[in-house]
């Protein structure tokens, strides 16, 4: 492997195939933890799914969550020394890929082993950790995490929940209201983020359920994940001891930021998991159902939802383990340096702040575009809960605004990415003045051979279009650039295509390289998608541009725009075709 690559840096550094983790990638160990995720959703989770949606039964959902922690599902990110898995982070997101197929079931056991687990494993202190971890690896004690309020949504450091030291100074007493808590109905301990008395900054404390004096709404009516537990809670003077203070006073918003970090990509991956298991449905109806004498799978129309479906799935989840490696890579380098295992881990993930957030973005889009298409294929049918796409439908809608809404998620990406340009961590603004020089030069020619070389060439092109409109549009606005939100908005829209597309690049050439055989679909999967990120390059550029240049500026940023997003006309109807038929044959999009 290559010297690890710091966050954001795929902007403005070549990345070799070689360099990068794809899902080929994984060995047989993490290919059994896989199947086992699989063998215990088809055994306790598929059987029950009305079931657990009408929460008639309010013991159900726990009682599975515990047999999931009977296996090890619960404990794959805890280390051996309190009971757990320690998987490394590639294989803990195979896991939450194949967990994130199980609908509501999946979200509660997010939110217990993610939220609600890795504060307590990443800054709680020794005392803390061994009390905790062992129980909740197990699922004896379950977990929810209570941050979001009634005015504190996106600005969560605005939140009013209080902390207030008792008189024999043994006890904080927490009184506030927290709501949207999932898991909320059965933890049995919960993070809450309270102010001790007038702190800027929330602190973060483990509150057991038996500590008393708290309170909960009735099971929220929700649009989708209907069998996750979603309440509102009421802490009045709820006495915590001091010893369940989280990590130091005022360091809440810190835990906050850096296990919603974690949660993103995490997200990611039950997202493209979702896409898998839905374009299975869908490959399959298409075969089955027959109109005018045909199954529908022979019609163009439906071969190019099943192709896009399957493309856009491919090229997510090449991106999202390619960011996970990256993390993986950076943990084992710190810890190379002697920072400690947990610290490294949130050390780490910060570090690819910046992808996460644009995995987060793109897979759940990915996700409502594959959940939509897939109804669609299934027609009325589709429409009917019946099928398995009614539901996949509705609990997709919730992950464009978990973990961060989108928008919120696109605003931080660029801004991140512009701060670290700031603090001369990247160094984008060199690259910004040799694009303008290059501007007033002859276009050059592609003289690389090979396979997708033109493909490459057009994603080094990309990555230019979004520098020189990210360095003229800082340059306009320099400190209130985070003001412009419809302009930070598109230039992510920039940055997201362009990762999603070199990483779909980067894996079907590492998968080439050793099997030649497969280089034509692999050429049509890659042409699809990058036709789509140029597509969306253009217009966004375009849209970023107008909204701040004048005259002669925007003249030359639309024409350097232009010359960037050029590439040689496609048949993507033909390519769309070859995916179809390859998937509608039985084949998947794993290698």
């Known amino acids: 492997m290559e010297e690890p690559i710091k966050g954001g840096e795929f902007l403005i550094k070549s990345i070799s195939p070689q360099s990068i983790f794809i899902p080929e990638d994984f060995d047989e160990e993490a290919k059994l933890m896989a199947q086992s995720c699989k063998e215990f959703l088809a055994q306790e989770v598929f059987p029950k799914v009305d079931a657990i949606d009408s929460q008639a039964d309010p013991a159900l959902m726990p009682s599975i969550l515990k047999k999931a922690g009977e296996l090890g599902l619960l404990s794959t990110s805890i280390p051996v020394e309190y009971g757990g898995l ?20 999946a979200v509660s056991l997010s939110a217990h082993t993610g939220i609600g687990t890795l504060p307590i494993l990443y800054y709680g202190n020794a005392e803390q950790k061994t009390k905790y971890l062992p129980r909740l690896g197990t699922g004896e004690i379950l977990a929810a995490y209570c941050l979001t309020e009634p005015n504190a949504g996106s600005d969560a450091n605005s939140g009013k929940t209080k902390a207030v030291l008792n008189e024999a100074g043994t006890h904080y007493l927490i009184t506030g209201q927290k709501m949207w808590i999932t898991n ?11 102010k001790i008395d007038n702190d800027e900054n929330h602190s973060a404390f483990i509150v057991e359920k038996d500590f008393g004096n708290i309170t909960m709404n009735p099971e929220e009516h929700k649009l989708g994940i209907k069998g996750s537990s979603t309440r509102q809670i009421f802490f009045n003077e709820t006495p915590v001891p001091v010893s369940n203070l989280l990590s130091s006073r005022g360091n809440g918003f810190k835990i906050a930021v850096n296990i919603l970090n974690i949660g993103r990509i995490k997200l990611a991956a039950a997202a493209y998991g979702i896409c898998k298991q839905t374009l299975g449905f869908a490959v399959g109806y298409a075969n089955e159902r027959k109109q005018f004498d045909k199954s529908i799978g022979e019609f163009g129309a439906i071969r190019h939802k099943i192709a896009e479906m399957g493309v856009r799935t491919f090229a997510s989840e090449a991106a999202t383990f390619r960011a996970a490696e990256d993390i993986e890579l950076k943990i084992a ?47 009325g049918m589709g429409y009917s809960a019946e099928a398995p796409m009614e539901r996949a439908y509705r609990d997709a809608r919730i992950n464009r605004i978990f973990e961060g809404t989108n928008e919120i ?57 979004f520098i020189l409109i990210a360095a003229a549009a800082f340059q306009k606005f320099q400190a209130t650039i985070d003001d412009q939100q419809e302009i930070l908005m598109s230039l992510a829209d920039i940055l997201i295509e362009t990762y999603v597309a070199e990483s779909a690049l980067l894996r079907a050439r590492k998968i080439a390289a050793t099997k030649p055989e497969l280089e034509s679909i692999l050429e049509a999967i890659v042409q699809v998608y990058l036709d789509l ?53 039985g084949k998947v999009l794993s290698f």
Not at 86 to 105: D, H, K, Q, Y
Not at 184 to 194: M, P, R, Y
Not at 567 to 582: C, E, G, L
């Open 409 to 465: 998620n696109r605003m931080l990406a660029v801004g991140m990415l512009l701060k670290r340009a700031m603090k001369g961590e990247l160094n984008i603004m060199k690259h910004a003045i040799a694009i303008s020089q290059e501007l007033t030069a002859m276009p050059s020619i592609n003289t690389e051979s090979g396979f997708l070389s033109r493909e490459s060439a057009a994603v080094a092109n990309l990555k230019k279009s």
């Open 86 to 105: 320690a998987l490394p982070f590639t294989s803990t997101m195979l896991v939450t890929e194949e967990i994130g197929r199980g609908f509501s079931f």
């Open 333 to 379: 380098s710190l810890e190379k340096d002697g920072i400690s295992t947990e610290e490294a881990k949130l050390k780490g993930t910060e570090q690819f702040a910046i992808e996460c957030a644009l995995m987060k973005v793109h897979a759940s889009e990915t996700l409502d575009f594959v959940v939509d298409e897939g109804l669609q294929i299934y027609g």
């Open 533 to 585: 990120a140029i597509s969306k390059t253009q217009q966004a550029g375009y849209t970023a541009i107008n909204a701040f240049a004048t005259g002669d500026e925007q003249k030359m940023l639309s024409l350097g725009l232009k010359r960037y997003t050029k590439v040689s006309a496609i048949n993507t109807v033909a390519a769309r075709q070859q995916i179809a038929i390859w998937l509608l044959s």
């Open 184 to 194: 909320g109905g059965f933890a049995d301990l919960f993070i809450v983020f309270a």
